[in-house]
């Protein structure tokens, strides 16, 4: 009984001690634990990062309708049958980039094209009254080739949506910008293809421009068509070459008609003599219908034989030469000003 009251009495004392150590520990601890994270007393070693969860991926909201400079330029376009349609710059843009440049093209390649083309446009406008009535035109020969988003998406079949939202994205991204030299916008003249350099325009039009000088271009085999021949018999030839010259002298052999051949490094013919009338290539390609003036000719008594390299005068930015640099990682201004010596892509004045 005795042992039982002792038991008793400690068991109180102890249970008392417990409370006022629990009591310390609430009055002194808890406003410790109540502290900002940034208050809290350091700890020595790093604590275990907090456990981190991953948000659902949100798709970026729709880009809104452009609305910057490109959709507050109208200009006038006369088209294929004589009418004239107005419309803002950039449904023109939309149109020549599907019509000149493929839309499988590269995205930066694709921008190189928009603002070529919009130089193109703004040059053409300021050069006086090209067309009476309008500003450009729908000819590719002329100023630029241009389809409607109907006629483009006929051409690209499964592939239409994307190509069309790729394109519209390349003239949304490029709103307003050009070429400049000294402060005035280009004639950025392009064309499909080459071998290993472009042409300086002196060369070819006879008139120096100081943008457009040959430089490299990196393109080749790759590009469909880049090798072609245009084969004619010996009486087609004559008949062909007498329309652009009637006065011509042929002799009775075919290897005697086309003498003194003389070529850049590149293999574009600069200058020969046909029937005994020097022409340039430029001239020789347009008279044959041949690609580029990059070709070399044999003459037979059974036929006349132009092999080509390229497509197009070669003069200004290659497409396909841009389409390379845009796979090796170059921006769309890396490759204007590549193509157009001394030029800079700004926003238009």
């Not at 520990?25 to 456990?51: H, I, N, S, W, Y």
């Not at 035109?137 to 409607?148: E, R």
Request: charged content about 20%.
């Amino acid at each position: 009984m005795v042992k039982q009251e002792r038991r008793g009495h400690t068991g109180w004392a102890g249970r008392a001690m417990l409370l006022g150590v629990a009591l310390l520990a609430v009055f002194f601890l808890l406003p410790l634990l109540l502290l900002p994270q940034e208050e809290r007393p350091e700890k020595g070693e790093t604590e275990p990062p907090l456990p981190t969860a991953t948000l659902p991926v949100l798709e970026p909201p729709a880009v809104e309708p452009n609305t910057g400079w490109d959709a507050q330029q109208t200009l006038r376009l006369l088209k294929a049958d004589g009418t004239v349609e107005e419309l803002t710059m950039r449904d023109y843009l939309w149109g020549v980039v599907s019509a000149e440049m493929p839309a499988s093209f590269h995205s930066e390649a694709l921008k190189a094209q928009t603002v070529a083309a919009r130089t193109y446009c703004l040059y053409q406008r300021s050069g006086g009254d090209k067309h009476p009535g309008a500003d450009v035109c729908t000819d590719y020969a002329c100023c630029q080739a241009y389809l409607t988003k109907e006629q483009a998406a006929a051409g690209w079949g499964d592939n239409a949506q994307l190509y069309t939202d790729k394109i519209a994205q390349a003239v949304e991204s490029t709103d307003g910008l050009v070429c400049l030299y000294d402060g005035a916008p280009i004639d950025a003249v392009f064309f499909s293809s080459t071998a290993s350099r472009t042409n300086d325009a002196v060369t070819v039009w006879g008139t120096e421009v100081p943008y457009l000088t040959a430089v490299a271009s990196p393109e080749g085999e790759e590009v469909p068509g880049w090798r072609t021949e245009v084969v004619f018999t010996p009486a087609e030839f004559f008949a062909r070459f007498r329309l652009s010259d009637p006065n011509a002298e042929f002799g009775a052999d075919p290897a005697t008609w086309i003498e003194n051949i003389e070529t850049d490094d590149t293999g574009m013919v600069e200058h020969l003599t046909v029937g005994g009338r020097q022409l340039t290539g430029g001239q020789a390609r347009s008279i044959f219908g041949l690609r580029s003036a990059r070709f070399t000719v044999t003459a037979t008594q059974e036929e006349v034989r132009f092999q080509v390299v390229g497509y197009g005068h070669g003069v200004g930015m290659s497409q396909y030469g841009a389409n390379a640099l845009a796979g090796e990682g170059k921006s769309f201004t890396d490759i204007l000003e590549w193509y157009y010596t001394g030029a800079e892509v700004h926003p238009a004045p």
